[in-house]
C-alpha cells in the first residue's frame, strides 16, 4: 500500500526534529524540550512507523532506542588487528620518537615531517563496520584481534551514523573511541543518585558501564559520544594520502572528529601543540589523557609499520600524571541516609591536580578490599577526571611491618546494629533505620533541604547540633523545637533562634510531591515523589497501597513498590509521619488519579505555559506536578497552547496569551487544578 504524502512528510520532519533535539541533550549538552515533549515526538513517529512499516528506514531515530536485552555478548574478529600506542613522556621521548621515524624510512633529518596531532581521548576504542553504506556491526577492541559486539549499543549513540552518503567506500570500518562528557558524567550520576543507583567513579567508567549493556535501551539513555580518528578495513584504496586528508573526509561523509586535530610541522611543532592543549585540558569538555602524535603521510605509515602491538609512526605523548603518594592515617565508615556504609580513607593532606585532598572514599568493601588498604598504608591517589579523588594503588613496598588487613564492621559504628549485605551484595547497610542516629541526622538534613521542605537557613551543622543536643531526634521533633533550646546552642542569638523557629512553622504548608521526597522513602527521587502524589491524592491512599496497586503507577516498578511497603509498615516510620500531621504539617490534596484511568490524565492534551514568579512552589515543581497529572509543559505561548499560568511579574508571554486569547490562571486557579478541583 502507499504511504500517503501527509504521512511521509510528518514522519521526515519528526525525524529532523528528533535529530536536533538528541544532538541538544547528548552532544551540546543543552536541551531545549522537556524529556516528556521529546517522548511525545518519539511516540508519534514509532505510531507513523507502525502504521506504514515502510517508513522505517535504517536511519530513523527508532533504529537508535534500543532493542530487547541480549543474552550474552557475541564475539568479533577483527579483520585487522586494533592496535596500542607506544606512550612517550618527555621531551627527549618526542625527540627520539621524531629521529627514529627518521632512520626507519631512510631520510634525512633535515625533512622536516608533517604530523598529525590528536587528542587522547580517554574512553573506550571502537571498531564500527559499514557494508554498502549501512551500519553492519560495532565492536570493542578486546584482546586487539578479538572484541564484543555491541552493535545494538553502539547505534543507540546520537553521533554515530547509521547510513552513510552514497560516495562512502563500499565497505569502510572507522575506528574510534566513545567517551562521556563531564556534563553528561554528572548528569547521568545525579540520575543514579536520585534512582539509588550505582554511582559511576569517573567518565570513562560510566562510558564503560554504559558500553557493557545487554539491555541497549538502557544505553540509549546515556549520553555517551564518539569521535572518529582513523580507518581500518576499507573497500576504496585511495581513499586518502595523509591521516588529515583521511580525517577531512571523515568528516565529510558525516563522522564526527575531534575539532581540536590540528597538522602541525616537526618536533616543535607537536611540543607547541601538546603545550597548549594542555592548557586547555582543565577547560576541555570532557578527558584527555595525552596527545596522540601520527605520521602524517599514509604510505609513510605504511613503510614504518609496527612493532609488537603499537605502530612506529604514532606516540602517544601522556600528561603527567595527575597522581601522588601520601599515608593513609584513618579508615572510618560513614553512615549515609539508607544506611549504607562507605568506608572513607583520611589521608595525610595533599594537593593534587589542583586541590587538596584529605578525604578519599573508597566506595565498598569490595573496593577496599581489592586494593587492600591499611592504615599506615602509603597510597597512590588520582585525580580522576578532574573531580573525585581515588585511590589507585598501595605501594607494598613501604607497607609498616605491623599493619593489619583493615577490618569492615559487622556491626554499625554508630549505632551498633548488624551491618547487612544489599544490591546485589555491594553494599553494606546498617540495619537500625532512624534508631541508628547517623541515618537521623542524614534523614534531617534530606528533610530539610531545597528540594524537600526547604526549611531557610537549616543547614548540615545546625541539624548536627541539634541531634548532638539531643533536641532533635526525628523530622517530627523539628516542630516541636523552641526558640529557647535553639538559644543555647553554639553561634544562636535572639533574631537567629527566632528565626529558625519561624523558618521551620513556614515549612508545615507545603505540597504533597515535596513532602514524600522530604520523607526518605527508599528508592523515591523527586520524580517518583511527584508521580506517586498524583496517582494517590494523599498520603493515606499511599500508604493503604498494595504490591499491585503500587506497581499499576506508570514509572513505578517492584523495586520502588517495595521500597514503598517497607517504609510505611515501619512503625517508627508511621509515628513519625503522624506526628508530622499532628504538628500541622499540611499539603493540599490532590484529586488521586485511579489506576483503571491511567490513559484518561486530567490534563492529557492540554499544552501549558508557566511564567511569571509562583508564591507557593518554584515553576519547576508546578511543571513537574502538571506533567504528573498529564500536560504538556512548553516555553513558549502560540495559538495551540491551552492554558498560560500566570505566576507574578509576568512579562511578554502573558501579553501573547492576552493577545492570542488563550486561557490565563492565577495561581489560585493552578492550586485548585493541582488539587483536582
Ligand atoms: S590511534 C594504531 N588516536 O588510545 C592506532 N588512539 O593507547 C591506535 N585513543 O586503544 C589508536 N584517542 O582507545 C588513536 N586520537 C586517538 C586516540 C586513541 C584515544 C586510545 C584508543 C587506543 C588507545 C591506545
Same mark, same amino acid.
Given at each position: 500500500?502507499?504511504?500517503?504524502?501527509?504521512?511521509?512528510?510528518?514522519?521526515?520532519?519528526?525525524?529532523?526534529?528528533?535529530?536536533?533535539?538528541?544532538?541538544?541533550?547528548?552532544?551540546?549538552?543543552?536541551?531545549?524540550?522537556?524529556?516528556?515533549?521529546?517522548?511525545?515526538?518519539?511516540?508519534?513517529?514509532?505510531?507513523?512507523?507502525?502504521?506504514?512499516?515502510?517508513?522505517?528506514?535504517?536511519?530513523?531515530?527508532?533504529?537508535?532506542?534500543?532493542?530487547?536485552?541480549?543474552?550474552?555478548?557475541?564475539?568479533?574478529?577483527?579483520?585487522?588487528?586494533?592496535?596500542?600506542?607506544?606512550?612517550?613522556?618527555?621531551?627527549?621521548?618526542?625527540?627520539?620518537?621524531?629521529?627514529?621515524?627518521?632512520?626507519?624510512?631512510?631520510?634525512?633529518?633535515?625533512?622536516?615531517?608533517?604530523?598529525?596531532?590528536?587528542?587522547?581521548?580517554?574512553?573506550?576504542?571502537?571498531?564500527?563496520?559499514?557494508?554498502?553504506?549501512?551500519?553492519?556491526?560495532?565492536?570493542?577492541?578486546?584482546?586487539?584481534?578479538?572484541?564484543?559486539?555491541?552493535?545494538?549499543?553502539?547505534?543507540?549513540?546520537?553521533?554515530?551514523?547509521?547510513?552513510?552518503?552514497?560516495?562512502?567506500?563500499?565497505?569502510?570500518?572507522?575506528?574510534?573511541?566513545?567517551?562521556?562528557?563531564?556534563?553528561?558524567?554528572?548528569?547521568?550520576?545525579?540520575?543514579?543518585?536520585?534512582?539509588?543507583?550505582?554511582?559511576?567513579?569517573?567518565?570513562?567508567?560510566?562510558?564503560?558501564?554504559?558500553?557493557?549493556?545487554?539491555?541497549?535501551?538502557?544505553?540509549?539513555?546515556?549520553?555517551?559520544?564518539?569521535?572518529?580518528?582513523?580507518?581500518?578495513?576499507?573497500?576504496?584504496?585511495?581513499?586518502?594520502?595523509?591521516?588529515?586528508?583521511?580525517?577531512?573526509?571523515?568528516?565529510?561523509?558525516?563522522?564526527?572528529?575531534?575539532?581540536?586535530?590540528?597538522?602541525?610541522?616537526?618536533?616543535?611543532?607537536?611540543?607547541?601543540?601538546?603545550?597548549?592543549?594542555?592548557?586547555?585540558?582543565?577547560?576541555?569538555?570532557?578527558?584527555?589523557?595525552?596527545?596522540?602524535?601520527?605520521?602524517?603521510?599514509?604510505?609513510?605509515?605504511?613503510?614504518?609499520?609496527?612493532?609488537?602491538?603499537?605502530?612506529?609512526?604514532?606516540?602517544?605523548?601522556?600528561?603527567?600524571?595527575?597522581?601522588?603518594?601520601?599515608?593513609?592515617?584513618?579508615?572510618?565508615?560513614?553512615?549515609?541516609?539508607?544506611?549504607?556504609?562507605?568506608?572513607?580513607?583520611?589521608?595525610?593532606?595533599?594537593?593534587?591536580?589542583?586541590?587538596?585532598?584529605?578525604?578519599?572514599?573508597?566506595?565498598?568493601?569490595?573496593?577496599?578490599?581489592?586494593?587492600?588498604?591499611?592504615?599506615?598504608?602509603?597510597?597512590?591517589?588520582?585525580?580522576?577526571?578532574?573531580?573525585?579523588?581515588?585511590?589507585?594503588?598501595?605501594?607494598?613496598?613501604?607497607?609498616?611491618?605491623?599493619?593489619?588487613?583493615?577490618?569492615?564492621?559487622?556491626?554499625?559504628?554508630?549505632?551498633?546494629?548488624?551491618?547487612?549485605?544489599?544490591?546485589?551484595?555491594?553494599?553494606?547497610?546498617?540495619?537500625?533505620?532512624?534508631?541508628?542516629?547517623?541515618?537521623?541526622?542524614?534523614?534531617?538534613?534530606?528533610?530539610?533541604?531545597?528540594?524537600?521542605?526547604?526549611?531557610?537557613?537549616?543547614?548540615?551543622?545546625?541539624?548536627?547540633?541539634?541531634?548532638?543536643?539531643?533536641?532533635?531526634?526525628?523530622?517530627?521533633?523539628?516542630?516541636?523545637?523552641?526558640?529557647?533550646?535553639?538559644?543555647?546552642?553554639?553561634?544562636?542569638?535572639?533574631?537567629?533562634?527566632?528565626?529558625?523557629?519561624?523558618?521551620?512553622?513556614?515549612?508545615?504548608?507545603?505540597?504533597?510531591?515535596?513532602? +514524600?521526597? *522530604? !520523607? @526518605?522513602?527508599?528508592?523515591? $527521587?523527586?520524580?517518583?515523589?511527584? %508521580?506517586?502524589?498524583?496517582?494517590? =491524592?494523599?498520603?493515606?491512599?499511599?500508604?493503604?497501597?498494595?504490591?499491585?496497586?503500587?506497581?499499576?503507577?506508570?514509572?513505578?516498578?517492584?523495586?520502588?513498590?517495595?521500597?514503598?511497603?517497607?517504609?510505611?509498615?515501619?512503625?517508627?516510620?508511621?509515628?513519625?509521619?503522624?506526628?508530622?500531621?499532628?504538628?500541622?504539617?499540611?499539603?493540599?490534596?490532590?484529586?488521586?488519579?485511579?489506576?483503571?484511568?491511567?490513559?484518561?490524565?486530567?490534563?492529557?492534551?492540554?499544552?501549558?505555559?508557566?511564567?511569571?514568579?509562583?508564591?507557593?512552589?518554584?515553576?519547576?515543581?508546578?511543571?513537574?506536578? +502538571?506533567? *504528573? !497529572? @498529564?500536560?504538556?509543559?512548553? $516555553?513558549?505561548?502560540?495559538?495551540? %497552547?491551552?492554558?498560560?499560568?500566570? =505566576?507574578?511579574?509576568?512579562?511578554?508571554?502573558?501579553?501573547?496569551?492576552?493577545?492570542?486569547?488563550?486561557?490565563?490562571?492565577?495561581?489560585?486557579?493552578?492550586?485548585?487544578?493541582?488539587?483536582?478541583?
Amino acid at each position: 500500500m502507499a504511504i500517503p504524502a501527509t504521512a511521509r512528510n510528518r514522519h521526515k520532519e519528526l525525524a529532523q526534529q528528533i535529530r536536533l533535539h538528541n544532538r541538544r541533550y547528548y552532544t551540546q549538552d543543552s536541551p531545549t524540550i522537556t524529556d516528556f515533549e521529546y517522548d511525545q515526538l518519539m511516540a508519534e513517529l514509532l505510531e507513523l512507523e507502525q502504521q506504514h512499516p515502510g517508513l522505517c528506514d535504517a536511519d530513523s531515530p527508532s533504529q537508535r532506542v534500543g532493542s530487547e536485552p541480549l543474552a550474552e555478548f557475541t564475539q568479533i574478529e577483527h579483520e585487522k588487528p586494533m592496535l596500542s600506542l607506544s606512550n612517550g613522556f618527555s621531551e627527549e621521548d618526542i625527540a627520539d620518537f621524531d629521529k627514529r621515524l627518521h632512520k626507519q624510512l631512510d631520510i634525512d633529518e633535515s625533512e622536516v615531517f608533517d604530523y598529525v596531532a590528536e587528542p587522547k581521548l580517554d574512553g573506550l576504542a571502537v571498531s564500527i563496520m559499514y557494508v554498502e553504506g549501512e551500519l553492519r556491526y560495532a565492536a570493542t577492541r578486546g584482546d586487539g584481534r578479538v572484541g564484543e559486539d555491541i552493535t545494538h549499543n553502539v547505534k543507540t549513540i546520537d553521533s554515530v551514523p547509521l547510513v552513510l552518503p552514497s560516495a562512502a567506500p563500499a565497505k569502510l570500518e572507522v575506528r574510534g573511541e566513545i567517551f562521556m562528557s563531564h556534563a553528561g558524567f554528572a548528569r547521568l550520576n545525579e540520575q543514579q543518585r536520585e534512582k539509588g543507583g550505582k554511582e559511576f567513579v569517573n567518565p570513562r567508567n560510566a562510558a564503560a558501564g554504559s558500553l557493557r549493556q545487554l539491555d541497549s535501551r538502557i544505553t540509549a539513555t546515556r549520553p555517551l559520544q564518539v569521535f572518529i580518528y582513523s580507518v581500518g578495513v576499507i573497500s576504496e584504496p585511495a581513499f586518502a594520502a595523509t591521516q588529515s586528508e583521511m580525517l577531512q573526509r571523515l568528516t565529510e561523509l558525516g563522522f564526527p572528529v575531534c575539532p581540536l586535530v590540528e597538522q602541525v610541522r616537526g618536533v616543535e611543532g607537536l611540543l607547541h601543540y601538546y603545550a597548549s592543549l594542555g592548557q586547555q585540558r582543565a577547560t576541555l569538555e570532557y578527558e584527555i589523557d595525552g596527545i596522540v602524535y601520527k605520521l602524517n603521510r599514509l604510505d609513510w605509515q605504511q613503510q614504518a609499520g609496527f612493532i609488537a602491538r603499537a605502530p612506529r609512526w604514532a606516540l602517544a605523548h601522556k600528561f603527567p600524571a595527575q597522581e601522588k603518594s601520601t599515608q593513609v592515617r584513618a579508615i572510618d565508615v560513614q553512615v549515609g541516609r539508607t544506611g549504607a556504609i562507605t568506608p572513607v580513607a583520611r589521608l595525610e593532606p595533599l594537593f593534587v591536580g589542583g586541590v587538596t585532598v584529605t578525604n578519599v572514599t573508597l566506595h565498598n568493601r569490595s573496593e577496599i578490599e581489592r586494593l587492600d588498604i591499611r592504615v599506615g598504608d602509603t597510597v597512590i591517589v588520582r585525580r580522576a577526571g578532574d573531580v573525585i579523588p581515588q585511590i589507585v594503588s598501595v605501594n607494598l613496598e613501604q607497607r609498616p611491618a605491623n599493619s593489619k588487613p583493615f577490618e569492615f564492621p559487622e556491626q554499625c559504628p554508630v549505632c551498633g546494629s548488624v551491618v547487612v549485605a544489599s544490591g546485589e551484595g555491594i553494599i553494606a547497610r546498617c540495619s537500625g533505620g532512624l534508631s541508628c542516629s547517623a541515618q537521623r541526622k542524614q534523614a534531617i538534613i534530606h528533610y530539610v533541604s531545597r528540594t524537600a521542605l526547604d526549611i531557610d537557613g537549616l543547614g548540615e551543622r545546625i541539624v548536627e547540633q541539634l541531634v548532638e543536643a539531643g533536641l532533635v531526634k526525628d523530622v517530627a521533633d523539628l516542630y516541636q523545637l523552641t526558640a529557647e533550646q535553639v538559644l543555647e546552642l553554639e553561634g544562636f542569638a535572639e533574631i537567629s533562634a527566632n528565626n529558625l523557629i519561624s523558618a521551620i512553622a513556614d515549612s508545615k504548608q507545603t505540597s504533597l510531591p515535596r513532602l +514524600l521526597y *522530604a !520523607l @526518605g522513602i527508599p528508592q523515591v $527521587g523527586e520524580t517518583t515523589a511527584a %508521580t506517586l502524589a498524583a496517582h494517590f =491524592g494523599n498520603l493515606a491512599a499511599l500508604q493503604n497501597a498494595d504490591q499491585a496497586a503500587l506497581e499499576a503507577v506508570p514509572d513505578v516498578g517492584p523495586i520502588v513498590a517495595e521500597g514503598v511497603l517497607q517504609f510505611f509498615a515501619d512503625q517508627n516510620n508511621q509515628r513519625v509521619i503522624k506526628r508530622l500531621m499532628a504538628a500541622g504539617v499540611s499539603y493540599h490534596e490532590m484529586t488521586p488519579i485511579a489506576a483503571t484511568q491511567q490513559g484518561e490524565l486530567p490534563l492529557a492534551g492540554k499544552t501549558m505555559v508557566l511564567t511569571g514568579t509562583l508564591s507557593s512552589m518554584s515553576r519547576s515543581e508546578a511543571k513537574q506536578q +502538571l506533567q *504528573a !497529572l @498529564g500536560a504538556k509543559v512548553t $516555553g513558549s505561548v502560540s495559538s495551540k %497552547t491551552s492554558v498560560v499560568v500566570v =505566576g507574578a511579574e509576568a512579562g511578554s508571554k502573558a501579553q501573547k496569551a492576552e493577545q492570542l486569547g488563550v486561557e490565563m490562571w492565577d495561581e489560585d486557579q493552578l492550586l485548585a487544578c493541582l488539587a483536582g478541583d
